[in-house]
């Protein structure tokens, strides 16, 4: 059996659901989601599009289902990350050189939410309100740590959003030899900036 039968095989093999929502999750990311129709999904998926929409209500449904999965999969990341470290100082620093391991992939096209939110921007789209939301937790979740590693309010968990969420523009911009590579440096002067000098 050549090597496409076997893989034509082992896709016909798993439920149609997950071949069009793996499938979906991986155009959208490498190509944006305007640039993605339901048509080139069920296609690549091996599944027809009436199976896609017995599925997924819609397009915006669908997208927003790869979001929700792209969320969650992230808080588990940033949980595990956050796990290593002893002190929230430490904590902080940790996920900020995390994140930027993360973005040195070759297969990095920035973050997902913030695409989504960047494509999407209508305030009652469904995957919208899914990266507001992510968005949203991403703040609250600095904010406590910076207070807990000693800033004396919000400031330092939003000057290090808008680092991270610059950082995350700037990969996609500039490439990995843009100012993407400073991100831990530059969260740490900041963090000292706030905490050491407060």
Known sequence: MSGK??????????????????????????????????????????????????????KDELVAEVLRQQSREGWVWWDEVVARYDTPRAQLEGL???????????????????????????????????????????????????????APDDELGDGLLLLLEGSHMARITLGGEGPDRLLPRTARALIREYIDRA
């Open 5 to 58: 039968n076997v893989k034509a095989e082992e896709t016909s093999r798993r439920p149609a659901r997950d071949r069009i929502f793996e499938t979906a999750r991986d155009m959208f990311y490498r190509k944006g989601i305007r640039a993605v129709g339901v048509e080139s999904i069920a296609a690549e998926a091996g599944a027809t599009k009436m199976s896609l929409y017995r599925n997924f209500p819609s």
């Open 96 to 150: 900020f050189d995390a994140f930027a391991e993360r973005s040195e992939s070759s297969e990095a096209h920035g973050c997902a939410l913030c695409n989504a939110a960047v494509e999407l921007h209508e305030p009652g789209h469904p995957a919208f309100l899914v990266a507001k939301a992510h968005k949203l937790e991403t703040r609250r979740r600095l904010i406590e740590l910076a207070r807990a590693a000693g």
